[in-house]
């Protein structure tokens, strides 16, 4: 079923806001119950937001929410903020007009209802439904309209979400809300080719397959709305469904190779932005717990001569657990160089001894990080950008391979990011899509349109943790061993009942949720 996305309710009502405004108040009518009067200096408004605000507030939004607004109307001596004189004032108009187009960003009207503002005696409820609106559009459009920890715990950002306080401030200082509404979007090259395409996709009918790939657009630029509002002059762009990287610097791809990332499951390639700290020449791979007990101490009870011919070095650690290592040289896992940056998962990218994989259109292999064809002209497009003066060739890195490990630092900022586009505009202007090999697209539109996922819900109380969704299992723990306080821990996300928002997840705990992770076999 394709995700409808409804228009006509806000539409309407940012009309009838215009019609209001536009129809004025005759100074000369009767005094009844819809006309403000002034009661000691004070609007009839601002006492019914008074006496609103300082009694039991009913149930509209969340706690935070409420008590955001409550203080701002504090602040303003509960005049009203949205209407003059018991009509909606150019602010409301204007951020009624604006949510009402937000189906061009993917995004549903009808989650930002725009209240009539037709009847005074409900002037407190307009007011803090014309706030949690833009409230919600604001959080939606920079955090996502589903929150990433809910689709899947193998992702993992940390979106300028704004709180309450924030929004509400931004509004009452802008002198375009249009603008100031539409500043929370990203303004990422790719956010903005895919929206030109769900205009274009609309235009061109409603058939399954366009509806099909709609969705696939829509989900696609949610994710894009996770992500950093700076990329960075200087990135690594790596698109998982693409099997492909590139070194990009100034808006301008300089290098792209192919890719092999994590299996389906819980080996997935995770999600994330991070920044490169340096490259490994001849790493060292030591094999994570998880491997230890899935891959190779069954290998090694079936065939005790298994280790020495994979080249393995077996030892006991200082707490008597079991550890493997595998030495640096030719038949190394990680082949001869590694790229490290920090984060809770432990993935980095890598060269592979088993180039033939690379020539499969399909590379969906590896244990969660990322093996990189050609990383030695990797290492050379990296180093030319962080430190060119030097002149770090591919020529002179493949001298260094030997058995000794040799640690590169890089020397100015390159952010790394790892991406899930299966829907993307290429050079050409061409909208591409790619399979969505790890049910991630499927996932996120359950949640869109409201659903539940089975693996995210959450037990009823009493009775016991939520269940875990699948993640990535990194290949190794990368070295220098100071990296180890960047881990995180992998947990529940804790499947949340969705509201009429879909703000399933309180932003305000992503941090504290995220910090309190380290992962569970390594």
Not at 157 to 171: F, H, K, S
Request: glycine share 8%; charged share 25%; aromatic share 8%.
């Amino acid at each position: 079923m394709a995700l409808i996305l409804t228009l006509d309710v806000t539409v309407s009502t940012a009309r009838s806001l215009d019609e209001t405004a536009n129809a004025g108040v005759n100074p000369g009518a009767p005094t009844h119950s819809n006309t403000l009067v002034d009661r000691g200096g004070e609007s009839q408004g601002a006492q019914q937001l008074r006496e609103f605000f300082t009694g039991d507030l009913p149930s509209m939004g969340a706690v935070g929410e409420r008590e955001a607004l409550k203080t701002f109307y504090e602040q303003r001596s509960y005049v009203p903020f949205w209407t003059h004189e018991g009509q909606p004032n150019a602010k409301a108009q204007q951020a009624a007009r604006y949510l009402s187009g937000v189906a061009a960003d993917g995004l549903e009207p009808a989650d930002y209802p725009v209240p009539r503002f037709s009847d005074l005696s409900k002037l407190p409820e307009d007011e803090v439904r014309m706030g949690l609106s833009v409230i919600a559009f604001a959080q939606h459009a920079r955090g996502g309209r589903v929150a990433f920890n809910r689709v899947n715990d193998a992702i993992s950002y940390n979106p300028d979400v704004p709180d309450p306080e924030r929004v509400l401030a931004g509004i009452e200082a802008a002198t375009d809300v249009r603008l100031e509404l539409e500043s929370y979007l990203p303004a990422h090259e790719g956010y903005r080719a895919l929206k030109a395409k769900v205009a274009e996709l609309r235009r061109g009918g409603s058939s399954t397959s366009h509806s099909g790939l709609l969705d696939t657009v829509i989900a696609n630029m949610d994710r894009w709305r996770w992500m950093p509002r700076d990329l960075g002059r200087t990135r690594v762009e790596v698109n998982i469904p693409d099997y492909s990287m590139k070194v990009i610097a100034d808006d301008r791809v300089i290098w792209t190779t192919r890719v092999i990332v994590g299996k389906p499951g819980e080996m997935a390639t995770p999600l994330l932005s991070s920044t490169l700290q340096y490259i490994t020449i001849n790493p060292m791979w030591n094999v994570p717990p998880s491997l230890i007990r899935k891959e190779y101490l069954p290998a090694l009870k079936a065939d005790p001569s298994a280790l020495r011919r994979l080249g393995l070095v077996m030892s006991r650690g200082s707490d008597g657990s079991l550890q493997m290592h595998q030495p640096p040289g030719p038949r190394n896992a990680l082949g001869r160089l590694r790229f490290s940056f920090p984060n809770k998962f432990s993935v980095y990218q890598h060269d592979t001894p088993n180039k033939a994989l690379f020539a499969q259109p399909a590379r969906a292999y590896s244990h969660g990080c990322i093996r990189v064809k050609d990383p030695d002209k990797y290492a050379e497009a990296l180093l030319s950008l962080s430190q060119p003066q030097e002149n770090h060739t591919a020529e002179r890195i493949r001298s260094l391979y030997g058995d000794e490990e040799t640690h590169i630092k890089i020397k100015a900022p390159i952010l790394v990011h790892l991406t899930y586009q299966t829907a993307f505009v290429d050079a050409a202007g061409e909208l591409q899509q790619r399979a969505d090999i790890y049910g991630w697209d499927k996932d996120h539109l359950t949640l869109l349109r409201g659903g539940e996922l089975v693996a995210a819900k959450a037990p009823p109380t009493g009775t016991g943790t939520a269940a875990k969704p699948q993640r990535a299992v990194a290949e190794a723990s990368p070295k220098p061993t100071s990296q180890a306080s960047a881990l995180g821990q992998r947990s529940a996300s804790g499947g949340r009942r969705a509201d009429r928002h879909f703000r399933t997840y309180s932003y305000s705990n992503l941090t504290a949720d995220a910090e309190a992770r380290r992962p569970d076999s390594f």
